[in-house]
């Protein structure tokens, strides 16, 4: 692709690189309970050091695949392998994963060092070595002065450290967080995001988070794995999941997103310029810049994010943008965005979403007013799944 | 790869795993289902005059065929030869549902006032309610005996305030009124707890949104709080009904002569006449007549589990 | 504020139809007078009476020992069996299982207790001590059961597997994380299972064997002769004891709730 997706976080991306070896391969891997197909026939890899998420609803199967890496449930059929040897059969306890759990899952009979402790000394390490490391995690938490406390004397986001800090203890080769900040308040949620990645880029660990929560997957990862139905729907980087989703469920997933069902009309090779492809939805006609595999005549769905969308009550003079003509219908006001759902004439919605740059607008748009919406050519993407 | 499809941990090889489940598996076959197959066998045995008082059981898998050749109904038949036997049955259902429909009739008011009461002596009303039941059936009992003699406190409480003469005396020790007073007493805790737990953990909001949308409150009680309290009536009753129909005890200590309660026919059968075969006839009849009962609180509990 | 007082009226008129019966059987046993009915002034000699009846001390040692070791052994099985229920989802059998767990709760106690009696009549085993433990156990194992079940129900099995993931073997697990964590059903469990065995007539009556009579059976044989304050004093021992244990259980959980709310309160200051 031409132009990059999004600003890049760090100059990390094994994935790109064909000689990379995996660190963790998930291997054609199935997994039934009963009836119920948890896990379909899903092959990943995820690389050292990666922060790698897997996203979906409750129920795609994002837990269960984990769970399995754990050693807590066993694969009905596929392999699991890390560092390329196949770990099925492994008890949890002989695992070299350590998992924080979403409840956290703290010991409560025990006081903090206690809970930290505990792995080590399954491992019998010499009791100097198990309170240096504890130590070390206590302050890696910022919880020194809460070694003695018991799990009930914290505050929540206080035990999330402490589950945090006990699964890092053993230095695992993989951690991995299921729902790691889903109890905490938004506020303490982003904190925690940016103290997690600087834990995991400071420990050079690898990191498997699993979460339902978008924004939080954004956040963090390298990597995003969207699951739906015990199937992976894309793997991508953040950005390219935003900017570029594969199919219209990954679309509709992440972020706000307006889709229009419709025909390819024209491709390039009738309009002569690379890339470029018309779509008729019902009697809009889209112009888009795409490389794209899709025929003319094929089912397609346009979409658009609404920041994307410009919303004007005059009618653009430049030809080459598409331009929806339609009423104000509702304004939803986000208080650093406002999103304007407009109705065309045969009443389908296409929203957009305008930053409030400034306090006082002297002309504002509202409802009932017969606005304009417009999006350049390469704004949005045709979606052929 | 086989594997067992629930969700669990992994090292299902784990010997000890199943030694969780064989342990009290293998007791409770031995020392509780077993022994009623041995009660139906002797049930269909003769009566011998030696001790122990029936022909034996175990004489290896050849005897089986003699055995079954040997099985009769005649403890059976002389259980409904002797319409004492007949009696007592329908004696001890009627004295058990009596006693079950008595028992909701105190212990539903009471539940409900608990379960209404300040959430901070709730506690403490539980804790009154289960005390006595931790006391010996015996002793609570044995307590009434005093309190229900011709020569007891009852008498002496009426003659002291004046209901009664100086000569009267209370006749209700060794007569089916002493039964019922006895089973209730010591029951009702077995019943009000179901019913405080199904009244307890109802949504007060019902009632709010019931009265809300003009439902007076009596109206609100058979409407609202009644049928979501149906488990917990359902439960207490059965926990009730069933060992009261086999109540020793108390028609031991407290009824008289006429009190047939099938318990105490066993009882006697066992201790008295020796005759094991008959009681294990008794106890076989005793359990059919207890087996929907008994299935039907099996569903309750599993369901509230 | 009609039925606040409906209310309180049934629950006064309820606890004083449990407690009065109780509360008047304890008095007596303080009687100088042999009989119930007239007071004679306040004694203790019925409890030295009682001290010096060695048949009646002799079945209380009796019933102490059976108590002691068929609730250790009902509670072991108990608990495994409580395991078995919440934890082990399918295996061959289940639906007998938790039918013979259930069922004890509510047999009358004559069937079990003469099925229990033909079993060991049938093998051959003579009755005695060892035979009122073994029946005891074995009913006293379905109450416990219960008990800890509800308690593994809400157990967080998270925090076993937080266990496992951290390199812990699973029988170790139990001893260091769910055993403690359900220790306090375990030993109510207990308690429960003892009182049982204490409080038990039926099933005694039919498995003991000479020299193994138990409290129940020698209270029961006396109570037939008729009331005397010397068994009202043996009873409001038995009342105390029980009681006590009660009450000391019921406080250390108070203890251990008030020790959690200020856990709490602690934890939303302290950040």
């Known amino acids: 692709m031409a132009k990059s997706l999004g600003p890049v976080k760090r100059k990390f991306s094994p994935w790109t690189d064909p000689s990379a070896v995996p660190f963790i391969r998930f291997e054609n891997v199935t997994k039934r309970f009963g009836t119920f197909t948890a896990v379909n026939d899903l092959t990943l890899d995820i690389y050292e050091r990666e922060f790698f998420s897997l996203l979906g609803p409750s129920g795609c199967g994002k837990t269960t695949l984990m769970r399995m890496l754990a050693g807590f449930e066993e694969p009905t059929s596929g392999r699991i392998l890390l560092q390329g040897k196949d770990i099925s059969g492994v008890p949890p306890y002989r695992r070299p994963t350590n998992m924080m759990f979403q409840s956290y899952a703290l010991f409560p009979h025990m006081s903090v060092e206690k ?122 980087t953040p950005a390219e999941i935003y900017e570029a989703p594969s199919s219209r469920y990954v679309a509709d997933f992440i972020g706000d997103i307006n889709i229009l069902e419709g025909t390819i009309s024209k491709t390039e090779a009738a309009l002569g310029a690379p890339g470029a492809i018309h779509i008729d939805s019902d009697g809009i006609a889209v112009k888009v810049e795409q490389e794209c595999q899709a025929v003319q005549g094929d089912k397609v769905a346009f979409a658009v994010r609404p920041e994307k969308v410009r919303i004007s009550p005059e009618q653009p003079a430049d030809t080459s943008v598409n331009a929806v003509y339609g009423e104000v219908w509702d304004i939803g006001y986000l208080g650093d965005f406002s999103v304007f759902l407009v109705r065309t004439a045969d009443g389908r919605i296409v929203r957009a979403a305008q930053a409030n740059v400034s306090r006082l607008v002297d002309r504002p748009i509202t409802f009932g007013d017969m606005v304009w919406l417009t999006w350049s050519a390469d704004a949005g993407l045709v979606l052929t799944r | 790869m086989a594997t067992v499809s629930e969700p669990q941990t992994g090292d299902r090889s784990n010997p000890a795993r199943w030694l969780v489940v064989a342990i009290p598996y293998i007791w409770l076959l031995l020392f509780f289902a077993v022994p009623f197959l041995i009660i139906l066998k002797i049930s269909f045995s003769d009566t011998a005059i030696s001790i122990p008082p029936y022909t034996p059981v175990f004489e290896g898998f050849g005897a089986i065929g003699d055995y079954l050749s040997q099985l ?234 | 504020m009609k039925s606040h007082r409906f209310d309180a009226t049934v629950l006064t008129l309820g606890f004083a139809f449990l407690y009065i019966p109780i509360i008047i059987l304890v008095v007596y046993s303080f009687n100088a007078s042999r009989l119930v009915t007239v007071w004679g002034g306040f004694s203790l000699n019925w409890y030295t009476t009682m001290w010096s009846n060695e048949g009646l001390m002799d079945a209380a040692w009796v019933t102490a020992r059976v108590g002691v070791i068929s609730a250790t052994l009902g509670t072991i099985l108990g608990t495994l069996a409580a395991l078995t229920l919440v934890r082990f989802v399918r295996f061959p059998g289940r639906m007998l299982f938790s039918g013979m767990i259930y069922a004890p709760l509510v047999m009358p106690e004559v069937i079990t207790g003469l099925s229990m009696l033909l079993l060991f009549v049938a093998l051959g085993i003579d009755r005695g001590f060892w035979t009122v433990i073994i029946a005891h156990t074995t009913f006293t194992m379905c109450y416990v059961a219960i008990v800890v079940q509800s308690r593994l129900l809400t157990f967080d099995r998270s925090l076993e597997e937080a266990a496992l993931d951290l390199g812990c073997p699973p029988v170790k697990t139990f001893f260091k994380i769910t055993l403690p964590l359900i220790m306090p059903a375990v030993v109510a469990g207990w308690m429960l299972a003892f009182t049982l065995s204490l409080d038990d007539l039926v099933i005694a009556s039919f498995n003991t064997g000479p020299g193994a009579t138990t409290l129940p059976i020698k209270i029961y044989s006396q109570v037939r002769l008729g009331v005397t304050p010397e068994i009202n004093a043996i009873c409001t021992i038995l009342i105390g004891l029980v009681t006590l244990g009660v009450i000391a259980t019921s406080i250390s959980t108070k203890r251990t709730e008030l020790r959690r709310i200020r856990d709490e309160h602690e934890a939303a200051r302290g950040a």
């Open chain 1, 115 to 236: 809970n930290i402790a505990f792995g080590l000394e399954q491992d019998n390490l010499p009791k100097g070595e198990i309170s240096a490391r504890v130590e070390e995690m206590l302050k890696l938490v910022k919880l020194d002065q809460f070694a003695k406390r018991k799990p009930a004397q914290l505050s929540g986001g206080q035990r999330q450290r402490v589950a945090l800090a006990r699964s890092l203890a053993k230095r695992p080769k993989v951690l991995l967080l299921d729902e790691p900040l889903g109890a905490l308040d938004k506020k303490l949620r982003e904190e925690t995001q940016f103290e997690l990645m600087d834990i995991q880029h400071t420990l050079g660990l690898t990191f498997l988070i699993v979460t339902h929560d978008q924004e939080e997957a954004m956040t963090v990862s390298d990597r995003i794995a969207v699951m739906d139905k015990g199937i992976i729907m894309q793997v991508a």
């Open chain 2, 72 to 305: 009769d109904f005649e403890n059976y038949l002389f259980l409904t030869d002797d319409p004492l036997y007949f009696q007592a049955y329908i004696s001890s259902l009627r004295i058990a549902l009596i006693s079950t429909f008595l028992l909701l009739l105190i212990g539903y008011p009471m539940a409900l006032a608990m379960a209404r009461a300040p959430s901070s002596i709730r506690p403490t009303l539980v804790m009154l309610v289960i005390l006595p039941f931790w006391t010996s059936f015996l002793i609570r009992v044995y307590a009434w005996i005093g309190i229900l003699k011709p020569d007891g406190l009852l008498t002496l409480l009426l003659q002291t305030i004046g209901l009664m003469g100086p000569d009267d005396q209370v006749q209700i020790f060794r007569t089916d009124y002493a039964v019922f007073i006895g089973i209730v007493y010591s029951y009702l805790p077995f019943m009000v707890l179901p019913l405080y737990a199904a009244l307890e953990k109802m949504d007060n909001t019902l009632l709010e949104a019931a009265s809300d949308l003009g439902c007076p409150p009596w109206k609100a009680f058979w409407k609202i709080t009644f049928p979501l309290s149906l488990p917990g009536v359902i439960a207490g009753s059965m926990i009730c009904f069933i060992p009261i129909t086999g109540e020793f005890v108390i028609p031991d200590l407290l009824g008289g002569a006429d009190t047939l309660m099938i318990g105490k026919t066993l009882w006697t059968e066992f201790f008295s006449n020796r005759d094991w075969p008959l009681a294990s006839a008794v106890a076989v009849v005793l359990l059919l007549m207890l087996v929907v009962p008994i299935a039907i609180f099996q569903n309750q509990q599993k369901k509230v589990a």
